[in-house]
């Protein structure tokens, strides 16, 4: 049981330049997340998927893109990196229960662009 | 929405009790959680606790929940250096199923 996978684990890019983090999870949840964390700011949500075939804005959606490729995996893409994107992204995931939101996340992609 | 504040920084000695504290701002809450995060890596449940307890422990955790006030505090006994990480407060409003997530507190334990 791997629990959240995310890849890569580190990255560095150029300006301009485009990529998609990787996450998957084999705990069968619905739901998943895209999370940015910046020294000082905690944890802002990027994007989410209450299930297959569903995906929502969260706080801070501006200059990424994401799709659900299917239950276990949730990708997420920048088209034109910036260096204001240099971040740890995190993904989760979770399966909300008589209400209880109990998330699950990954180690975290450290991106850096340049 | 909700907004979620915690203090940055606690430093403390091996041995002695650290107590972090969160408020928040929406009174409709319905699940508040505390995260911990390790060096490198992702944030993991420590301890959660529904909206209508005053305290939950758990071995060497307490949270302590004041509905009035808006406060939420996560108390370890006996703090070892192992304790040392960040710590994410999260509250859950009533009126959607995603946490917002505070700051988070550096805990640095001395030997």
């Known amino acids: 049981n791997a629990g959240v996978t995310q890849t890569p684990k580190f990255q560095v890019l150029k300006t301009g330049q485009s990529m998609t983090l990787q996450c998957a999870q084999d705990m069968n949840h619905n739901s998943m997340y895209w999370y940015r964390q910046d020294p000082g700011m905690g944890l802002r949500l990027i994007y989410y998927s209450a299930s297959e075939g569903t995906t929502d804005k969260g706080e801070v959606p501006n200059g990424y893109n994401v799709s659900r490729l299917n239950k276990r995996e949730f990708s997420l893409r920048l088209e034109s990196a910036a260096p204001s994107q240099t971040s740890v992204y995190f993904c989760?995931?979770?399966?909300?229960?008589?209400?209880?939101?109990?998330?699950?996340f990954g180690a975290g992609t450290r991106l850096s662009v340049l | 929405g909700e907004d979620v504040e915690q203090s940055l920084f606690l430093s403390v000695r091996e041995g002695d009790s650290s107590v972090i504290n969160c408020t928040y701002t929406d009174s409709s809450s319905t699940y508040l959680y505390w995260y911990k995060q390790e060096p490198g890596a992702g944030l993991q449940l420590l301890t959660y606790?529904?909206?209508?307890?005053d305290m939950k422990q758990d071995q060497r955790l307490t949270v302590l929940l004041n509905k009035k006030d808006k406060h939420l505090s996560l108390r370890i006994a006996d703090t070892q250096t192992g304790d040392s990480a960040i710590y994410f407060c999260a509250g859950q409003s009533g009126g959607s199923y995603i946490p917002t997530f505070g700051r988070g507190t550096s805990l640095i334990v001395h030997p």
């Open positions: 989760a995931s979770s399966e909300i229960r008589r209400g209880e939101n109990i998330q699950y």
């Open positions: 606790i529904f909206s209508n307890m």
